[in-house]
């Protein structure tokens, strides 16, 4: 853990490593670009189903990364703005949302900004798969959700499950780590990305990431610290991206990886309304 820099000067080396993972996820199988370009959706069925019907909805996606979540949000009718504080992430959402006729409003921000650069409300605020680790901040950050929710809004969220951070893979079998994980921030020397698969890494120039391990009772704290109600919770044994060795393609989902027997639950879901 380094504790001699502040939190923003640690958002910022963050800031600089995912827009390198940004320039390699261009060349990526994960998001495969060219399948996407031709008309495939990035959303899984977790997400979909969760929301529903958007169209004619007014929808924040916040931390969007490269916009493809952004982009199948809005053809299927949703009017979306989507937030990233990684610039050439976001260069690369507008260029495909150009070439799609896909008119999506993207504004380049850190999270906890984003009060002072929009000023707009919205239905729906969203978010998705690896988002919250990058926050040192819940309560604040809870803040900012809530603040862009229109009365009787809804925030939705899809997040890798914290009990990852407690597990390893040795000799292909999974095993709780025997040390404490602290809380953070954690820091780590990242040369790579999650672009091609498990054996397969997109190497990058390296950068120190910091980190944030949040427990759900911490999130769900903070969402109704800042005055939003939780409607719904689920835990299910599927992840985004294939972690471990012996993950296996999901046969309902095949955006979804599962271990077998899912004896884990590997990713969560929350719904919370803003009060009219």
Not at 40 to 57: H, P
Not at 191 to 200: F, K, P, R
Request: glycine share 8%; proline share 5%; net charge negative.
């Amino acid at each position: 853990m380094d504790t001699a820099i502040d939190d923003r000067t640690r958002m910022q080396s963050n800031q600089q490593g995912w827009n390198r993972r940004a320039l390699a996820h261009l060349d990526s199988t994960y998001y495969d670009l060219d399948a996407f370009r031709a008309g495939k959706s990035s959303l899984r069925s977790l997400e979909r189903g969760a929301l529903g019907d958007v169209s004619g909805k007014d929808f924040l996606h916040l931390q969007c990364h490269i916009g493809l979540n952004a982009i199948s949000w809005a053809r299927l009718g949703a009017n979306v703005t989507a937030v990233d504080f990684a610039d050439e992430a976001l260069k690369i959402g507008r260029e495909l949302a150009d070439g799609l006729n896909t008119e999506i409003n993207f504004v380049h921000a850190n999270v906890f900004d984003l009060p002072q650069v929009l000023d707009d409300s919205f239905d729906i605020v969203y978010t998705d798969y690896g988002v919250l680790h990058l926050l040192p901040d819940l309560n604040a950050w809870a803040k900012v959700v809530a603040h862009f929710l229109k009365p009787g809004g809804v925030f939705h969220i899809a997040e890798i499950h914290p009990i990852l951070a407690a597990v390893e893979e040795v000799d292909g079998e999974l095993r709780v780590r025997p040390e404490r994980l602290p809380s953070g921030p954690l820091e780590d020397e990242v040369s790579a990305t999650y672009g091609d698969g498990y054996d397969d890494v997109q190497h990058i120039e390296s950068y120190k990431q910091y980190s944030w391990l949040w427990t759900i009772p911490e999130i769900m704290g903070a969402l109704i610290g800042a005055g939003l109600q939780v409607r719904t919770f689920t835990e299910v044994p599927v992840d985004c991206r294939q972690r471990f060795s012996t993950m296996v393609r999901d046969e309902h989902d095949e955006g979804f990886w599962r271990l077998p027997g899912d004896p884990l639950p590997l990713s969560w879901t929350l719904s919370a309304s803003k009060p009219e």
